[in-house]
């Protein structure tokens, strides 16, 4: 196993440069000097109120500096990457906000042996030097069916701590009134981890190990072991499992929950799941919890206790009151507090009503007839060509673009036989580029959908009073122009526009006296399958492929090919 890659100076230097970078980006934030310890720049503003002093390892941001401000913490201290905090340097803490005329302090620590012990011992010198200081140890973890000696692991219902304490210190209570409180509020609390993925201190190998197929579920946030390893289950699915952990009876570490109750929820990124997932997550947590007839008063949803990059999430349950839920409301100053919404979470949100679709283009003729069943025809057989190269596609676009040039395609083709088979496609043809171009909106995704409907839009537009050969060609060029007006590529960039362009060039024969449509048409299918070809020389100058360089460049262009394809089944559909 490697040691992972990271975007540090130094090892050695890492908790130092981070808190100097948070520092630097935030002006109500003060670095004390000789010490890995942040604290308020409004010191004097806590003159005769209580103080309110945590930390921990770093690797958990943005906690803990992430929480420094009015209505939160008044400062914290850091320890080296999942290491606890030097003694000297919270002793220095305490002095710091006592000296500044705290009313005592409040020290708020997560239940680890080394952070009990070096705040521990901290206060303990402070108090003999006279100091008035106080501790609150956090033990939130649900993970574990039998109680440890060493008691439940504190999480991120930590990061909850800090609101109500810091909310209560603001309000001007006492700091006996601050302990009774935040003592009874970390008694009503659970959270739980599920991981996908190790974490991997700067400079170390991965914590531990899991296959592509496994998730962790109970797991600390420094990488400890969890009570079970499984196969990844679908989003939903985890969070059931979850919450049926954390609230389950049978585990001494559960969070008594009932019908009725009212919590404040926390899903939390254990640093590296994606925003995507987390809000998967979130709305599984919600829809989970109001089917057991919980009230979520209040929803946080975001990065507040990580685990360096794990890919995971843990949740967090506080059963709370009114009095509770106003505390977390309060207004804080501290920069990684969510300007979070003063109101409930729900699944059922009223939706806004869909808005009026604009005039359609009206039917020129019925949907039978030999009309129909010929565009029925021509549109089977460009389904049938797209779906059998699909990998081909595919294998082409990888080379510069995501890969999935193939399914993009497919999925209209998939698209358009679902539509035809289910009723006859419309005879007129400006009708029929239109419910296309709206069908290929809706369901062929990628900028490719967007560019057909374009083209189709636009095409359609010339076709609305006459179809003739010669305004089949206008139509080409209308489409062909909007695509360049919204889309910025041009003949020559290596895009689906070189074989349109060359197919369009062709169509122009269409205007003379006397055409033949399938000459005509013959000529365009050929120019742009050489146009097509031709892209393997040129260089990109639009789309994915405009940034790899022409060198990496070895086969046709996706789109281009597809392009020509399309023009080639429509050909072929017609001949038959």
């Known amino acids: 196993m490697e040691v992972p890659k990271k975007l540090v100076n130094s090892v050695a230097g890492c908790a130092d440069d981070a808190l100097a970078g948070l520092v630097a980006c935030n002006p109500g934030l003060r670095l004390l000097q000789g010490h890995r310890v942040v604290l308020r720049a409004d010191l004097v503003a806590i003159q005769g109120r209580v103080a309110l002093l945590s930390g921990g390892g770093s690797g958990h941001e943005p906690a803990h500096a992430g929480y420094v401000g009015k209505g939160m913490l008044t400062g914290v201290v850091a320890g080296a990457v999942f290491t606890s905090p030097a003694v000297g340097s919270i002793l220095a803490a305490i002095r710091a906000v006592t000296q500044a005329g705290a009313a005592g302090t409040l020290l708020i620590v997560k239940n680890y042996t080394g952070d009990r012990l070096n705040f521990g011992l901290a206060l303990e010198r402070a108090r003999a030097e006279g100091a008035d200081v106080q501790m609150v140890v956090v033990g939130d973890d649900s993970a574990f069916a039998t109680l440890k000696k060493a008691g439940r692991r504190g999480l991120c219902g930590t990061v909850l701590i800090h609101k109500v304490a810091g909310a209560l210190a603001e309000a001007g209570a006492s700091l006996n009134e601050i302990v009774e409180k935040v003592s009874a509020a970390a008694k ?7 991981s996908l993925s190790p974490c991997s201190v700067p400079g170390s190998k991965p914590t531990f190990r899991l296959a592509d197929d496994e998730m962790e579920l109970g797991l600390g946030i420094h990488g400890e072991a969890g009570v079970r390893r499984m196969k990844v289950l679908p989003a939903d699915e985890a969070v059931e ?12 570490s559960h969070l008594p929950l009932s019908p009725g109750a009212s919590v404040v ?11 995507l997932e987390l809000s998967i997550v979130a709305g599984a947590a919600v829809r989970c919890l109001e089917s057991r007839g919980i009230h979520i008063a209040r929803a946080l949803v975001g990065s507040f206790m990580t685990a360096l990059e794990m890919a995971g999430v843990s949740l967090t349950l506080m059963l709370v009151d009114e009095e509770l839920v106003g505390l977390i409301d309060a207004e804080t100053t501290a920069m990684a507090w969510p300007n979070l919404a003063a109101a409930p979470a729900t699944s059922h949100r009223q939706e806004v009503p869909a808005p009026k679709e604009g005039p359609v283009i009206a039917q020129l003729e019925t949907s039978t007839g030999p009309g129909a069943a010929r565009a029925q025809l021509v549109l089977e057989r460009v389904c049938s060509t797209l779906l059998d190269m699909q990998d081909k596609l595919n294998e082409l676009d990888r080379e510069a673009g995501d890969g999935d040039c193939g399914h993009t395609h497919a999925r209209a083709a998939q698209a358009i036989q679902e539509w035809v088979r289910a009723r006859p496609p419309p005879a007129a043809p400006a009708q029929l580029l239109s419910a296309l171009a709206d069908l290929l909106l809706e369901k062929m995704g990628g900028s490719s959908g967007v560019l057909y409907g374009l083209f189709l839009t636009a095409a359609a537009r010339p076709l609305l009073s006459r179809s003739d050969l010669p305004t089949w060609a206008d139509a080409m060029d209308a489409g062909i122009e909007a695509m360049q007006r919204y889309g910025g590529a041009a003949p020559g960039d290596r895009t689906m526009l070189d074989s349109l362009c060359a197919a369009a060039q062709a169509l122009h024969a269409l205007r003379s006296p006397g055409a033949d449509l399938l000459p005509v048409l013959t000529t365009a299918v050929e120019s742009a399958e050489a146009a097509a070809e031709a892209t393997r020389h040129m260089e990109a100058g639009a789309g994915r492929a405009s940034y790899i360089s022409s060198a990496q460049l070895l086969q046709p262009d996706p789109g281009a090919v597809a392009v020509a394809a399309v023009l080639r089944a429509v050909l072929e559909g017609l001949r038959s």
């Open 265 to 275: 929820l926390v899903v939390n990124n254990l640093g590296g799941l994606s925003c």
């Open 241 to 252: 499992t979850m919450l049926a952990h954390m609230t389950d009876p049978s585990n001494a």
């Open 188 to 194: 009503a609390m659970g959270t739980l981890g599920l």
